[in-house]
């Protein structure tokens, strides 16, 4: 006669649903901090390592283009024909355009074509609100 071993039953219990999960977090967390750096920052250096010259340094000039067609710079005033004399001297500093919102267009496009055949690079385009 054979006798059957009765079946035992397990109910899985929360612990064993959750045993898994756990075991993910926490290679996650060895992975984390084994990637991590540790100690503190290295600090910064106090005299920055620059290749760039002073002129490129300090603030950019400003160059106006007016609502009545002049241009400015630093307060004075001088025409279209007069800014490739006056540009030599800001190749390789920054030049802040600003002009006023009522402009046209090709005005702007001209004054940047006239720069950019001067050999001034650095250039943003800055608009004014109405008339300037």
């Known amino acids: 006669m054979k006798l ?4 035992r ?6 612990d064993d649903a959750l045993l898994p999960l756990v075991n993910v977090v926490f290679l996650l967390m060895v992975f984390f901090l084994s990637a991590g750096h540790f100690g ?3 600090p910064v250096s106090a005299t920055p390592q620059s290749t760039r010259s002073e002129a490129s340094v300090a603030a950019p000039r400003v ?3 007016r609502s009545d067609g002049r241009l400015m ?3 004075e005033l001088f025409t279209d024909a007069e800014l490739p004399g006056r540009s030599l001297g800001w190749q390789g500093a920054p030049l802040d355009v600003r002009a006023a919102g009522d ?3 090709e005005r702007v496009l001209r004054v940047l074509a006239i720069l950019r055949g001067a050999g001034v690079r ?3 385009l800055l608009t004014v609100k109405g008339g300037g």
Do not use: C, N, W, Y
């Open 40 to 42: 503190a920052p290295k």
């Open 103 to 105: 402009i046209p267009a």
């Open 73 to 75: 710079v630093q307060g």
């Open 4 to 7: 059957a071993r009765p079946r």
């Open 63 to 65: 160059l106006e283009l």
């Open 122 to 124: 650095d250039v943003r």
């Open 9 to 14: 039953t397990r109910s899985r219990s929360l």
